[in-house]
């Protein structure tokens, strides 16, 4: 018989992750409120949403989180409920938005995951998936000073213990079972590399919509 994750493990397991992406994207919860507030519109895509953490904040959007991980989207959807839908697609490779469209597309500290070259292309894809007028915004390290990148978050304190608590977990089993450790790029341009292949990509206003340090957020709109 399956496990059912309860809502309460899922919300304790989506708090302590919380604590532990804090240090990675210093002032996280100031990016994240800027995203939210750039993600006007009725529908909204979280975009390699992981547990949920933008998602929770757009309460007034029609919200679907996308991300590749089983572990993370079966903690998303208990802990998030009938609110968001959670899908499963893998952006290292073009098709994860046919069919798809949006009002506003949000990332947070997940577009380094991607090298540039697909990174751009990824940027194509986000463009096509929005609805004319539509916005994408991205909040994540974008390093004022290149020699700043900052190292692989591999290193980073608890994240080994969370994933080590997470896949013990016996509802979590079976999730963990299907999971593909993937290795991120830990790409980490500077803002002006994002406002460049965003224009590229398409996109026109682009901007850096905010920063603190080396956490930006970049917001572009597709007008046509
Ligand atoms: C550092 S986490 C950030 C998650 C969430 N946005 C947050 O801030 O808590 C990076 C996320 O990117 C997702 N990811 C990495 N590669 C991906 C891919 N190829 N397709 C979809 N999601 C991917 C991971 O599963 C993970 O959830």
Redesign the pocket.
Same mark, same amino acid.
């Given at each position: 018989m399956t496990t059912l994750l309860s809502r309460a493990d899922a919300e304790e397991l989506r708090r302590s %992750?919380?604590v532990r992406?804090g240090p990675? !994207?210093p002032h996280?919860d100031e990016a994240?409120a800027v995203l939210a507030d750039a993600a006007l519109g009725r529908r909204a895509l979280? #975009?390699?949403?992981?547990?949920?953490?933008?998602a929770s904040r757009l309460p007034n959007a029609e919200v679907t989180l #996308?991300?590749?991980?089983p572990v !993370?989207l079966v903690i998303a959807r208990a802990a998030l409920g009938d609110r968001v839908a959670v899908v499963a697609?893998? #952006?290292?490779?073009p098709g %994860?938005g046919a069919g798809l469209e949006f009002d506003a597309v949000v990332?947070?500290?997940?577009?380094?995951?991607?090298a540039p070259d697909r990174l751009r292309a990824l940027y194509g894809e986000i463009h096509a998936v929005l609805a004319p007028g539509g916005v994408f915004a991205n909040?994540d390290r974008m390093p004022v000073d290149a020699e700043r990148a900052p190292e692989s978050?591999d290193g980073m304190p608890g994240w080994h213990e969370w994933w080590a608590k997470a896949l013990a977990h016996p509802a979590l089993a079976e999730a963990a079972r299907d999971r593909v450790d993937?290795k991120?790029a830990d790409f980490y341009p500077p803002a002006s590399w994002h406002v460049e292949a965003l224009r590229a990509a398409g996109f026109d206003n682009v901007e850096v919509r905010w920063r603190r340090d080396d956490t930006a957020v970049v917001v572009a709109r597709r007008t046509r």
């Open positions: %992750w919380d992406q990675f !994207l996280r994240f979280d #975009l390699a949403g992981g547990t949920g953490a933008i #996308l991300d590749v991980d !993370l697609a893998d #952006l290292s490779a %994860w990332a947070g500290t997940a577009l380094h995951c991607f909040a978050n993937g991120s």
